[in-house]
């Protein structure tokens, strides 16, 4: 199936340090939205951009989308231990109707204090 | 808060056995997810429903099955465990009214067959 595709694959920063990860996607989208999961455990939702807004902001993450390049990007600012988890974005295709996310496989994010 | 709890965080089982992994949530969500989760694959969606006794079929369905009886439960089936299908399973709640389908994550089921 159709699959978002994060990038790097794994990413290790200095606490303090600003940390960015990457998504591309096929097709056009309905929204894009990013997630993430602490070491074995489920996955939260951390923000969703919809295909008509170019960037959101959320506390000390900032969300891009570029609906030309089909991609968007995550940055955390100021870094900390406790953002280390892994980090996947989601999308819900334009014409999906009730089909579920679409997710990548991650983007590891170690962060070290 | 939207709870999704899932029986067991970790489980271990033989081959051939059946074996039941129940989810639960609370917040009258109508759409729930089963998804398998492996290193380098990411998640995989096994199963979806989006009604009582509705399912649909996922990427990866085979040698699973689900039930939905209840709009707050679903359960999905390995009818003969294989070693193949040792890994997380996570399941997942959405609103199907509250477009665009953000998901309520359970803590996953580890599941180790030996």
């Known amino acids: 199936s159709q699959q978002g595709e994060e990038d790097p694959q794994a990413l290790s920063i200095q606490e303090g340090e600003n940390a960015t990860m990457n998504c591309s996607y096929k097709t056009s989208i309905n929204n894009l939205q990013w997630y993430r999961q602490n070491s074995g455990r489920g996955l939260v939702h951390l923000i969703l951009i919809r295909s008509n807004e170019r960037e959101k902001h959320s506390g000390r993450l900032r969300v891009t989308l570029d609906t030309s390049k089909k991609s968007s990007s995550l940055l955390i600012t100021a870094s900390r231990a406790a953002d280390t988890a892994s980090y996947f974005c989601?999308?819900?295709?334009?014409?999906?109707?009730?089909?579920?996310?679409?997710f990548g496989k991650g983007t590891r994010l170690s962060v070290i204090a | 808060d939207v709870k999704v709890t899932q029986s067991s965080r970790y489980l271990v089982k033989r081959t051939g056995e059946k074996v039941f992994l129940e989810c639960v949530q609370d917040?009258?969500?109508?759409?729930m997810f089963w998804y398998r989760q492996d290193p380098g694959l990411g998640l995989r969606l096994i199963y979806f429903?989006?009604?009582?006794?509705?399912?649909e079929k996922g990427d990866i369905p085979e040698g699973y099955s689900v039930s939905r009886e209840k709009k707050e439960r679903f359960s999905l089936i390995l009818e003969s465990a294989s070693t193949n299908q040792t890994s997380m399973y996570l399941c997942?709640?959405?609103?199907?009214?509250?477009?665009?389908?953000?998901?309520?994550f359970g803590p996953g089921t580890r599941l180790t067959v030996t």
């Open positions: 429903s989006y009604d009582v006794k509705m399912k």
């Open positions: 989601a999308t819900v295709y334009r014409d999906s109707g009730n089909t579920p996310l679409v």
């Open positions: 917040m009258d969500h109508e759409n």
């Open positions: 997942a709640s959405s609103l199907l009214t509250a477009r665009p389908y953000e998901q309520y």
